[in-house]
């Protein structure tokens, strides 16, 4: 399969993807000119991005803070929700301390989120 090799083909095969989307719906046949042009033009973005705009693991911190704005939550409220002071919900958040295991699992636990993550693993 061809590959994009510059940052113009790939702005250009976005915007030729923006001109398909409205032609490709749910009921579009599998063998359609179009349907069969965006397929490989996303899959040719989608290799360039893999490559050239890579997204990292989110850290801990960056997952807490997800869950926090997901449950309407902010950082006083985690701290009484772990039983917590201010300032140790504060060195966690800000990456200047690792949660204990206790507190990880708390967090896993109020927070639902995978003990793996947790646990970084």
Avoid: F
């Avoid at 063998?31 to 965006?38: H, I």
């Avoid at 807490?64 to 950082?75: D, W």
């Amino acid at each position: 399969m061809a590959q994009i090799k510059s940052e113009a083909a790939y702005r250009a095969a976005l915007q030729r993807i923006e001109e398909l989307l409205p032609l490709v719906n749910d009921e579009t046949p599998a063998d359609d000119k179009n349907y069969l042009e965006l397929d490989m033009i996303s899959d040719m973005v989608e290799e360039y991005e893999d490559i050239h705009y890579p997204i990292g693991k989110p850290s801990l911190v960056d997952i807490i803070k997800l869950r926090l704005y997901e449950m309407g939550l902010n950082q006083t409220k985690l701290a009484e929700m772990l039983g917590l002071s201010n300032a140790r919900v504060s060195e966690i958040m800000n990456g200047k301390s690792e949660p204990s295991l206790k507190i990880g699992r708390e967090l896993s636990i109020k927070l639902n989120i995978d003990p793996a993550i947790v646990l970084g693993i």
